[in-house]
Every structure is written in structure tokens, then in C-alpha cells.
């Protein structure tokens, strides 16, 4: 008893007292945590390393497979509809934020389908959350200006169409089984693959790639390694909201000093390199206790160790009043790049990333960025030459906005829905 009181202690010590009192938890009552895994992780293929110790059939749910389109609710003949447009179907996860950047990207996407005169879809393939389509359209027409797109989460009630669309690798499972698409389409967003350790899942999501489907992808870095799974992609190219992402009226130089540093924190999301910047933050705020940190991104559940000002989860339209505050601009990318360093060179941000060409394909250090080996103490080399460089400074605010100024995502999607019909027997 004496030892197992001593190791709380040194817990507690080392990771805080709730993460003790919630690991102690976990140990008294484990399949109180496996009914919590359940709710947590419903719709999703995530397993909790632990988890399958406690409950062997929880390891086993989140294998997927190939089955037909019956297995997965689907009719035996599609729905009738009759409406002569051309459908697409876009296979789309649940969403608990509709402004998160990837959920946004194909909700902007599909809408600017729409314009072609094309029905658009979003069915919601790992539905478990809701009896009626009527929360999820509500809000999409509260996030999309003039929204022309029909959720559905029975997948019975889905039509023939001419291009059926996965968005994610657990959705190209559906998109293969489902057999009424005269076309099928992978829109990549993300090396998703690199997401897991490697084992089932990761072979999963890289088996996926060999589909055959015809790939849309978020930059070349990604459109190239779809490609070196054999298939044949077009890539676009990011841009950002012009009427939320611009400089700040009449300010084309930046300012004399450094006040607000920016981090892009989503420590749910562990490509976005949460720990890194935690790291390398706590190193700034002790180099530099003038300057006033600000962290975004999701709700943190506690302090860091340092003095910062928590935002949490924002909407998008307010992310670019906050960039056009802020004197540097920190985000990074473990796999394909994030929107937060595109964002932030729209509004005329000097940007901190990390280096590798998952990045590299748009940031250009000391162009556009300022790129770092993924250490702490290299990423404070970058904001002290930042900070003590305002020449510097300038350069990559100009080159952000320089790389910007031709980017627009109307040109962007229009590529790819000519791209999309071109493909289309």
C-alpha cells in the first residue's frame, strides 16, 4: 500500500494531481472506462492503447473491412430521386465543430459544385449521434453563405450519382463498397496514414490509396504521395478568405516591436505538434517575459506553465480580427501543412513553422517563413532573430502576402470541378 502511495505522489508530481486522480480511476474501475470510450469515441476507428486489455472486442470494432453496400445500410437499388442534375455524393464524417478547417475546406468545396448546377450531398457515413439531418443543415446554412448542399445520414436514402467522394480514409471504405456511382474520388487533405503508429490502421488507411478512386489533393506534397501509391491525382492549392484574412487597413509595415506572439495550440490533434510548442513556448516566455503569448485552437483544460491568454476554440471569422493583432505567428505541421501559416501570411503575419516537405511545398524559409528544426531551443532561435530583426521581420511579412496576393479558393475549386467532370465516363 505504502508504494502504490508513493508512486501516486510521484505522479502527481510529475504530470499534476488530476491526471493522477484520473489514471488511479482508470485502474480501480476499468470498464467504467471502456463505457466512456464507447461514448467518447463513437463513429470514429480510435482505440485507446489501454482499452483493448480491458475489453478485447473494442480492438476488434475498429478494424475495418470490405463488405458490400448492404452491410453498411445501403438499399439494394438507389433512391429514387428526380431531379436530373448531376449528384455528387461527398462521404463526410461527423462534425462537432463545422468551422474546423477540414470539415470547412469540403463544405466549401461542395457548395461551389453546387453552382454548376450539380445536387451536392453530404452524407454523413459514420452517423451515430443523430436521429434527423436537421442540427447538421442548420448548421451548415448558419457557416456557409448561400448554402446549397442536402445532408443525409441514412445511407438507404442515397441516389445514384456521378461522382461519389471520400473525404477521409475510413469513408473510402464506404466509397468502394457503394455501387451507384458512375465515378468515385478520394479528396485528400492529409497524409492520413502518418497519423497512427504503424500497425492496422496505418496499413488501412495506406491500403485505401490503392482504390483506384481518382485523387483530389491539398497541395503537391500530398499529390505526390498519393501518386507513389500508384494512382493519378490533380492538387489544389491553399488560399484564404479574402474577406476575413487581409492586413490590417493601411499597415503594409510591421510594427517596431514585438508584443503578441501567436500559437496555434490544439493538443487534440497531434500532427498540429502541440507538445513542441508547449516546450518551446515555455522557453520564450522565459527569454522574453514582456512578450504576451496567445494560444488558440481548442479549450485547454488547464494553465500552461507559463503566462499566456487562452482564446480556445474560435470561429473562423474571428481568427483574422486576432492575426491582425499579433507581431509573429506560430503553427505547426507534423504531416501536410495546416491553414493557420496561410492564414496568418494573408493577414501579414511573420510565420514560425517547422521544416520538411510537408511543409516546404508552400512555407519558403526566410521568403515567406521562417522554418525550424522541430527542437525548442530552435524555435527560439527563430522568434529571437525575429524578434531582434525587424528587417527581417518585414521580408517574410512582404513574402506572405506576396505568395497570397494570387490565391484565391473561387480558382482554386473551379480548377477542380473542371478537373472533376473531365474524369467523369
Not at 130 to 151: F, I, M, T
Not at 204 to 211: D, S, V
Not at 311 to 335: E, I, P, W
Amino acid at each position: 500500500m505504502k508504494s502504490k502511495v508513493q508512486y501516486f505522489m510521484h505522479y502527481a508530481r510529475e504530470f499534476g494531481y488530476g491526471n493522477a486522480l484520473i489514471f488511479s480511476l482508470f485502474k480501480l474501475f476499468p470498464r467504467f472506462f471502456v463505457l466512456l470510450h464507447h461514448r467518447v469515441n463513437a463513429g470514429t476507428n480510435n482505440v485507446w492503447p489501454e482499452m483493448a486489455t480491458v475489453d478485447p472486442i473494442v480492438s476488434a470494432n475498429a478494424v475495418l473491412d470490405y463488405k458490400p453496400w448492404a452491410e453498411y445500410g445501403g438499399a439494394l437499388i438507389p433512391a429514387a430521386s428526380g431531379d436530373k442534375r448531376p449528384t455528387f455524393i461527398w462521404f463526410v464524417p461527423d462534425w462537432s465543430n463545422v468551422w474546423g478547417g477540414g470539415h470547412y475546406t469540403l463544405f466549401r468545396f461542395a457548395n461551389h459544385f453546387a453552382k454548376y448546377d450539380t445536387k451536392n450531398i453530404i452524407f454523413i457515413y459514420n452517423n451515430e449521434r443523430h436521429n434527423s439531418s436537421r442540427q447538421l443543415q442548420n448548421e451548415l446554412k448558419r457557416a456557409l453563405p448561400g448554402c446549397l448542399l442536402e445532408v443525409i445520414i441514412d445511407p438507404a436514402l442515397l441516389p445514384a450519382c456521378a461522382g461519389a467522394i471520400a473525404t477521409t480514409w475510413q469513408s473510402a471504405y464506404n466509397v468502394r463498397a457503394f455501387p451507384f456511382a458512375r465515378e468515385k474520388f478520394y479528396f485528400m487533405q492529409d497524409y492520413e496514414s502518418q497519423f497512427y503508429a504503424y500497425g492496422t490502421a496505418s496499413m488501412q488507411a495506406n491500403a485505401t490509396y490503392g482504390f483506384g478512386f481518382t485523387g483530389i489533393t491539398g497541395g503537391g506534397w500530398l499529390k505526390q504521395c498519393y501518386e507513389s501509391h500508384g494512382g493519378r491525382a490533380r492538387n489544389y492549392l491553399f488560399a484564404a478568405d479574402r474577406n476575413i484574412f487581409y492586413p490590417a487597413a493601411g499597415k503594409t509595415m510591421v510594427r517596431k516591436t514585438v508584443s503578441r506572439l501567436f500559437f496555434y495550440g490544439r493538443p487534440s490533434t497531434e500532427r498540429r505538434c502541440f507538445d513542441l510548442g508547449m516546450a518551446s513556448l515555455k522557453k520564450i516566455a522565459r527569454h522574453f517575459p514582456e512578450v504576451e503569448i496567445v494560444i488558440a485552437g481548442l479549450d485547454l483544460k488547464a494553465r500552461p506553465p507559463f503566462p499566456a491568454t487562452l482564446l480556445g476554440n474560435m470561429t473562423l471569422k474571428d481568427t483574422g480580427d486576432l492575426y491582425r493583432t499579433c507581431d509573429v505567428g506560430m503553427a505547426f505541421s507534423g504531416t501536410n501543412l495546416s491553414y493557420l501559416p496561410v492564414e496568418l501570411m494573408a493577414c501579414g503575419v511573420p510565420v514560425i513553422s517547422n521544416n520538411g516537405p510537408q511543409v516546404e511545398w508552400f512555407c519558403r524559409h526566410g521568403v515567406n517563413a521562417y522554418l525550424a528544426d522541430p527542437t525548442p531551443q530552435a524555435v527560439l532561435e527563430a522568434f529571437t532573430a525575429l524578434y531582434h530583426d525587424r528587417l527581417l521581420r518585414q521580408k517574410l511579412a512582404d513574402g506572405g502576402l506576396a505568395t497570397m496576393e494570387h490565391l484565391d479558393w473561387e480558382s482554386q475549386m473551379a480548377g477542380i470541378y473542371e478537373y472533376v467532370t473531365a474524369n467523369i465516363g
